[in-house]
């Protein structure tokens, strides 16, 4: 991109927020990894948002939406374009009865701690999953058989022009890790129908969920999460490691010994070593199995 500083201080002149000019995602991702976006917008409101995205359209400049970038793996030559984080600007919680609206930059396990704190039942299996609530509506992220989506009556959206939108569950084509991915669509919040609880029990049931999480999943390592989709009739980590390919190792890129399916940055790990263990780990299981393993991780800026 032409002229970043020039850019970078024109959008800063419009919105309230930060406008950081050539960030490195490294910081901004579970990997550890990612070259730098060519402009890094923080909105400190909904307008700013507006005003950001309304002026990315008219400069022709392409946009990524990013939460706490824990399912994403970014190239080292980054992403020519703005990222824009919504943790700011998308922070609502409004509740009525049962029925509570949250933003789409609420960490999601401290949503699910206020969902507690509340007495408010019906998520307590997806605590431990990292990102934001609106990167869990964007992958529909899911758990011990629940998935976000189960709860939601309606999500709000932005459009690229700033015009805002509500929309129906029902109207939205969720599936297994099939969420919210309209290119043209920016979550703001979800609206969720839950159920009245004891706010110790819920508690409980996710320290329980907490400590599984803990014995399987590399939870203290530098990854994304599971890389790969479930395959139909089987479990990603079981043909990974089926395949001879736990503990592989591929520079400073390790697939874990606790979990197969966890790609771990050890330290100083490039996204390129990333990427190529996973394209080494993909080829291994169809050579043994026959089996196509489907990215469940987010490319950007390949």
Not at 109 to 133: C, D, N, R, W
Request: glycine fraction near 12%; charged fraction near 25%; proline fraction near 3%.
């Amino acid at each position: 991109m032409a002229g970043l500083e020039a850019f970078g201080e024109e959008l800063k002149s419009l919105i309230s927020g930060k406008v950081i000019v050539r960030e490195p995602l490294e910081r901004h991702t579970s990997y550890r990894v990612g070259g730098p976006a060519d402009l890094y917008v923080v909105p400190s409101s909904r307008k700013s948002l507006k005003i950001t995205l309304k002026w990315t359209v008219e400069k022709r400049l392409p946009v990524f939406i990013i939460g706490k970038g824990t399912n994403l793996l970014v190239s080292d030559a980054g992403f020519r374009g703005v990222v824009i984080d919504l943790r700011k600007c998308c922070r609502n919680w409004i509740r009525s009865g049962n029925r509570v609206t949250i933003g789409s930059g609420w960490i999601l396990m401290k949503a699910l701690e206020q969902l507690a704190e509340e007495g408010l039942s019906g998520f307590e299996a997806l605590y431990g999953i990292p990102g934001t609530v609106g990167g869990a509506l964007h992958i529909n992220a899911g758990a011990f058989g629940t998935e976000i989506s189960d709860h939601l009556v309606e999500a709000e959206v932005m459009d690229l022009t700033g015009d805002v939108h509500k929309i129906e569950a029902d109207a939205l084509d969720f599936g297994y890790r099939r969420g919210i991915k309209n290119p043209g669509w920016v979550i703001l919040s979800g609206t969720f129908e839950l159920e009245k609880g004891c706010t110790e029990e819920i508690r409980e049931r996710m320290r329980q969920i907490l400590d599984r999480r803990r014995e399987k999943q590399p939870l203290s390592r530098a990854s994304a999460g599971s890389v790969f989709k479930r395959p139909p009739g089987h479990y990603a980590g079981a043909l990974i490691q089926g395949a001879g390919l736990k503990g592989f190792r591929h520079g400073n890129a390790l697939v874990s010994r606790k979990h197969a399916n966890f790609v771990i940055n050890t330290g100083g790990a490039k996204a390129g070593e990333i990427k190529e263990l996973i394209e080494i780990v993909r080829s291994g299981v169809f050579k043994k199995y026959g089996v196509a393993l489907d990215l469940e991780n987010e490319l950007i800026g390949w």
